[in-house]
Nanobody, 118 residues
């Protein structure tokens, strides 16, 4: 399984960015796919999750600003981010879950930097 993000960059407060994650070698399953973000020195936060049934879940801080989508035909996961704030500055990574022995195990992309300036 390989994942590779693109679309990161620098924007001003209130701006928008669309991240993409190309997924290869992955068999879609109930574990689903996700976007996470990490600020240096802090723990990783879940941004969005799409489960095997296509249901979407978002972190509380998203507050309807972000939309995750999965195009299985194109093997691409996207994250449309609107109304960006400086506190959204982080490294954003996509992840694809596979069933492990007792839980889902994520495979991660390398991440892409998003910087929001005030």
């Amino acid at each position: 399984v390989r994942l590779e993000e693109s679309g990161g960059g620098s924007v001003q407060t209130g701006g928008s960015l669309k991240l993409s994650c190309r997924i290869s070698g992955f068999r879609y399953n109930f574990c689903g796919v996700s976007w996470f973000r990490r600020v240096v020195g802090q723990e990783r936060d879940l941004v969005a999750h799409i489960n095997g049934d296509g249901e979407k879940y978002y972190g509380d801080f998203v507050k309807s600003r972000f939309t995750a989508s999965l195009d299985k035909a194109k093997n691409t996961l996207t994250l449309q981010m609107n109304s960006l704030k400086p506190e959204d500055t982080a490294i954003y990574s996509c992840a694809a879950g596979s069933q492990g022995r007792d839980s889902c195990v994520n495979t991660w992309g390398p991440g892409t930097q998003v910087t929001v300036s005030s």
